[in-house]
C-alpha cells in the first residue's frame, strides 16, 4: 500500500474517535497553558527568540566548519567521531564498534533519531539486545509504536490503556494509578540496565568550541546509563551542532519553556570527551556518530534550509489543529506534526511523501509558537509549490478547471443548464475530493442574478 493510502487510512481510524481526540485535546491543552505562563518568566522573549533563531541560522550557514570544529575538539579530549551518510551506515558502524566491545546488551535514551534509526529492531537482527531506559519508550515499544510527540512519546494512551499494556508483565489488574505504573516499569528498567555494557545516547545539542555533547531530560535516565557503562555512544543529526557553549543556556531555557513550560530541565549533561587522568569518574570510550540521511539535501535547498533548526520541543505539534485531530501515527514518519510534514519530504523524498506538505496548516500561529522563529507556513508553501511541478494535474483536474474558468468568466455561461445540471455536474467531479463525511453544497434553484431581476422587474 502507497505510504498516501496508509496515511488517509490511519485518518479514517483516528480523526473521529471521540475518545482519543478528547484525550489528545486535553494533553495538549495542558502543555499549552504550561508554555504560557514560562513565557511570563521572560523580560524579552522576541529577542531571546531571535537570537536563537540567528544562532541556528548561522550553525546550518557555516556547518561544515562547525562540525569540522566540533570533530577536532571532541578528539583532542580522547573522543571519537564516526560519520554516517544514511541509516544503514549509522547501524553498520554502530554494529561494528558493539561487536568489537564484545557487548550483547546495550541500553538506550529516549530519542528521535534512534526511532528514525529504527535503532531495537535494526540490532535485534544482530543479536544485539537493545534495552530502554525511558519509561515512555519503554511502553510505546510494548505497544509496538513509535513515538507520538517529540517531547510526550505516550501522549496518545491513556492510565487504562497503558495499564492494559502493562498488565501481563508488570502490574496487578487493579494497579491503574500512574504513580503504580511508574513505579513498575522503573523497577523492570533498572533490572534490564544492569545487564547493558554500551549506552546509545541521543543528544539535545552539539557544541562547536567545546566538542561536547548535550543531553536534557527529565528522568535522569542518560545519568544512570552513565554509570551502569564504560561506553557511550552519542547518536547525533549533522544539524544539532551550536557555535560555543556560550550560547548553550539561551537553548537549555527555550527548550524547557518551549517543551514541558518550565523554565530549564530538571538535568542536563555535557560530556566533552572520555575520563582523563585527574578525573574519578567518566566514561573510558566515547563516540559520536553524526548522521545525515537527507539532512544534506535539506541544507543544499537554501529555502528551506530552516527547517533544520528544528530543537524539537513540540511547540507547532500542540498548537496545530491538525494534529490535534489526526494524532503523531498517521504522518507515517518518526517526525510528525507541522514541522515533520515541512522536513520528511525533503528527507525521503517528494515522490512518496509530497502528501504530508498538506497535512497541515499554513499558519502564522506556527511561527509565533517556535522558539526559534521557524516560518513552517511560508516552508509548506515551497513544499506544495514542488510537489505541484512534480505532479502536474491530470486529465480531469485540467477539464473541470477549464469548464469552471469558461463559466465564471460569462454571466450568460453561468446561467446555462439550470439548477440540476450543475448539481449533478459537481457531484461528478468533486465529490471524491470534497470527501464522503460531508454534503456537496447544493446550487439554488435560481441565482442572486435572477432573485434580483425578478424583484426589481428587471427582464
Not at 429 to 454: C, D, H, T
Amino acid at each position: 500500500m502507497k505510504t498516501e493510502n496508509k496515511f488517509f487510512e490511519a485518518i479514517e481510524s483516528v480523526a473521529f474517535n471521540k475518545e482519543h481526540k478528547t484525550l489528545l485535546q486535553q494533553k495538549l491543552n495542558t502543555c499549552v497553558n504550561h508554555t504560557t505562563v514560562a513565557k511570563s518568566f521572560y523580560s524579552d522573549l522576541e529577542l531571546a527568540r531571535t537570537r536563537a533563531s540567528f544562532l541556528k541560522s548561522k550553525s546550518l550557514d557555516n556547518l561544515d566548519k562547525y562540525l569540522i570544529e566540533f570533530e577536532s575538539n571532541f578528539i583532542k579530549k580522547g573522543g571519537k567521531v564516526i560519520w554516517a551518510q544514511d541509516n544503514d551506515e549509522a547501524i553498520k558502524e554502530l554494529t561494528k564498534l558493539i561487536e568489537k566491545k564484545s557487548a550483547k546488551v546495550v541500553a538506550k535514551n529516549r530519542a528521535l533519531i534512534s526511532e528514525e534509526l529504527d535503532l531495537v529492531n535494526q540490532l535485534k537482527v544482530n543479536s544485539i539486545n537493545c534495552v530502554e531506559s525511558d519509561v515512555g519508550n519503554y511502553i510505546q515499544n510494548l505497544a509496538g509504536e513509535l513515538s507520538y510527540h517529540p517531547v510526550f512519546p505516550t501522549l496518545n494512551q491513556s492510565q487504562k490503556n497503558i495499564a492494559e499494556i502493562l498488565k501481563s508483565d508488570l502490574i496487578s489488574d487493579n494497579s491503574i494509578h500512574a504513580r503504580d505504573i511508574a513505579a513498575s516499569i522503573c523497577i523492570k528498567i533498572k533490572q534490564q540496565l544492569k545487564e547493558a555494557q554500551i549506552s546509545l545516547l541521543g543528544v539535545n545539542f552539539l557544541v562547536a568550541d567545546a566538542g561536547a555533547a548535550v543531553i536534557i531530560e527529565n528522568e535522569a535516565n542518560s545519568a544512570q546509563l552513565a554509570s551502569l557503562t564504560k561506553t557511550q555512544v552519542f547518536l547525533a543529526g549533522i544539524e544539532d551542532i551550536i557555535p560555543s557553549l556560550n550560547e548553550l543556556d539561551l537553548f537549555i531555557h527555550l527548550y524547557g519553556t518551549y517543551s514541558i513550560g518550565s523554565a530549564a530541565y530538571p538535568y542536563t549533561h555535557i560530556v566533552s570527551g572520555q575520563k582523563q587522568n585527574d578525573e574519578t569518574f567518566g566514561p573510558e570510550d566515547v563516540y559520536v556518530i553524526l548522521i545525515d540521511n537527507g539532512r544534506s539535501d535539506v541544507l543544499a535547498q537554501t529555502n528551506q534550509r530552516s527547517a533544520l533548526s528544528c530543537i524539537r520541543c513540540g511547540a507547532c505539534h500542540n498548537v496545530c489543529p491538525v494534529y490535534r485531530t489526526i494524532g503523531g501515527h498517521a504522518y507515517q514518519s518518526v517526525y510528525n506534526g507541522p514541522i515533520g510534514s515541512v522536513l520528511t519530504p525533503l528527507m525521503k523524498g517528494r515522490d512518496e511523501y509530497k502528501f504530508l506538505s498538506y497535512a497541515t496548516v499554513s499558519s502564522q500561529e506556527l511561527l509565533a509558537a517556535c522558539p526559534v522563529k521557524i516560518d513552517c507556513a511560508k516552508l509548506l508553501q515551497h513544499n506544495r509549490t514542488e510537489s505541484i511541478k512534480l505532479a502536474p494535474p491530470g486529465k480531469t483536474e485540467k477539464l473541470s478547471v477549464f469548464f469552471w474558468k469558461t463559466a465564471m468568466l460569462k454571466r450568460s455561461n453561468m446561467d446555462k443548464g439550470g439548477a440540476k445540471l450543475k448539481n449533478f455536474m459537481m457531484r461528478q467531479f468533486f465529490k471524491k475530493s470534497w470527501g464522503e463525511r460531508r454534503e456537496m453544497p447544493q446550487v439554488a434553484p435560481k441565482s442572486f442574478n435572477q432573485l434580483w431581476r425578478e424583484r426589481k422587474g428587471i427582464k
